[in-house]
């Protein structure tokens, strides 16, 4: 199949390109560059421009009348400046998102995933969520994702769209064959400073250890970034049977790996891997921080036969190897 993927030469649309490749298909990518990296689009259909700009779309099918399916990964997606920049992020997340789909559909595109996040869960008891757990974003970022599900599902009401928004929780790792991975000079997330730490030789800060978790620390459902790409192989290749449940037109499926690691536990996964352990350094909660969640949700397994098969330890083992050797990919980034 010929699948357009938006955000393609980003983190998670790259690999997913990869991914296709790999399985048969073939992806074409549109990126603005925003984020995203050239280099990760070498050798594929590649357009560089914005997913509201109608001309570079019309090109696109022009070029690509037969593409059977759209993923939309392009997104700008870091929390702290969500809160800074509340009306870029709106822009850019959603009221693009609505230009982009409105294009789509007079294209005739029927089939439509987005990626969502589990960041707008409202934060449950005991840590876990399903599809139908309220949803209550903390962010400005979040919400995009809570506002463009929302606005996605209307439209599917009275278009020939139907979407498939798929909840990735905490994304790690790297294409196993490092052709892509994060392209991001110091990423914010756990695993990034965990491996800027132990670069530097300085201790991990673990913000928050007075949650009501099993060792105190917040708790992530970390999901290897190649088992969220094979989920999308999968959905695109069973789309139209997933529309089953209440609503025969929008469905959403989590996207974890169903089991949560808390972040002490992920730095002791770390050290294991690693020649020289990172020391931990306790710190506050920091604000908008919550305990976080794994998903309890069997869907992608009965709607799309998908299981996460990487460990948590892969996932660190590869964004290792991926931080080791992504100069030879990006040589401004070594
Ligand atoms: N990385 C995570 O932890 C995570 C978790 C949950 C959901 N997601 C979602 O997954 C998607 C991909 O995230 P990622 O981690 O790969 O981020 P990324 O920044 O690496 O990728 C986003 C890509 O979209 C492109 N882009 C942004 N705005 C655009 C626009 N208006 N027009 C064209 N291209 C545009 C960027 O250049 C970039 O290549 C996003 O929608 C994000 O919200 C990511």
Not at 46 to 55: H, L, M, P, V
């Amino acid at each position: 199949m010929k699948v357009l993927i938006a955000g393609g030469a980003g983190f998670i649309g790259s690999t997913i390109a990869s991914c296709l490749i790999d399985s048969g298909h073939q992806p074409v990518i549109l990126d603005n560059l925003v984020t995203g990296r050239r280099e990760f689009a070498e050798g594929r259909p590649f357009y560089e421009g914005d997913i509201a700009d109608r001309a570079v779309l019309d090109q696109i099918f022009a070029d690509h009348p037969d593409i059977s399916a759209v993923m939309h990964c392009a997104a700008l997606i870091v929390v702290p400046e969500s809160v800074e920049r509340p009306i870029h992020y709106y822009r850019e997340n959603v009221a693009k998102t609505l230009e982009f789909v409105d294009h789509l559909i007079g294209k005739g595109v029927t089939r439509f995933l987005f990626s969502s996040s589990a960041a707008i869960y409202e934060p449950g008891d005991d840590f876990s969520v399903d599809e139908n757990s309220g949803v209550a974003a903390l962010s400005p970022y979040g919400r995009t994702k809570q506002f463009v599900e929302q606005m996605l599902r209307d439209i599917t009401v009275s278009t020939p769209l139907r979407v498939l928004s798929l909840r990735y929780f905490n994304p790690i790792g790297a294409d196993p064959k490092m052709r892509t991975g994060l392209q991001v000079p110091a990423p914010s997330h756990a695993l990034g400073k965990l491996v800027e730490a132990y670069r530097n030789g300085e201790a991990f800060g673990v913000t928050g250890v007075d949650y009501p978790t099993r060792d105190g620390s917040g708790l992530r459902d970390y999901v290897h970034v190649w088992d969220l790409a094979a989920a999308h192989v999968r959905a695109i290749e069973v789309y139209d049977s997933v529309f089953v449940g209440e609503d025969p037109r929008y469905q959403v499926i989590n996207l974890g790996t169903g089991t949560g690691t808390t972040v002490l536990e992920f730095v002791a996964a770390f050290n294991e891997v690693v020649d020289k352990p990172v020391a931990i350094e306790r710190a506050p909660r920091r604000p908008g921080d919550t305990a976080g969640a794994y998903t309890r949700s069997t869907r992608a397994a009965e709607l799309l036969g998908w299981r996460a098969e990487h460990t948590v330890a892969d996932g660190i083992r590869d964004s290792l190897a991926w931080f080791a050797e992504r100069g030879k990919v990006l040589p401004d980034l070594h």
